[in-house]
């Protein structure tokens, strides 16, 4: 039997459609386990009383699910919940994107989607610790998983001491191997600040996500073993595909 919710759960006014949001609403049903994997979802009738809304929300819903790879339709038989365990990814002392997921993906990459040269901003100089309007390197890089893109960030580097970091980044796919050719052969993860937000224009584009898609953000300052900041970075993962795991840092 289908546990019903009350419809003010939905928020009309919020700037999100409905579709939206039921879908939101069906993906964390099956992240704790109410819709079963691999287990057909209950009838939209049932799904529409559920959730408070009309049979045409639900379809839309459910059509958006299947586009993202989440739900299966089979003519005639009905939707089915696909098996997908999100990556868990390790947020510690040492964050790095291709060792923190090499148990649980065959495949790692990280491309670089742009670079340029700017005046830091306050918040980029106040976590690299330099004079606000000083000249930084700004990375854009997509971390892919298998094929699928898990992750999007910008990272911040003194354009001084790390100039040719991006001829580096584009040449090795790879910040640690980067930061290598620079005499930095480890480093620390000092802060990170985790928020959530709905994934904006640029978060669609690159992460392949529909409307509405919610993206974990976390906001970081990486530092040499002697506590020297290296990198402020602002990295956004999608919550359908990857759940951060936090130890100690």
Known sequence: MVGRLAADSIERRSGVSLWRQIADKMLHAIAIGD????????P?????????VNRHTVRSAISALVREGVLRAEQGRGTFVLSRKRLSYPIGARTRFSTGLQAQTTERHI??????VEPASQRVAEGLGLAKGADVIRLETRGEADGRPVSRAAGWFEARRFAGIDAAMAETGSITASLARFGIDDYLRQSTVLSARHADAAD??????????IVLVTVAVNVTPDGQPIQFSESRFPAERVELKLSAL
């Open 204 to 213: 669609l584009a690159d992460l392949d996500l529909q409307p509405g898609a």
């Open 111 to 116: 491309a670089l989607l742009a670079s340029s």
């Open 44 to 52: 939209e009738v049932a799904l529409a009383e559920r959730y408070g």
């Open 35 to 42: 819709f079963t994997e691999n287990a057909a979802l209950p």
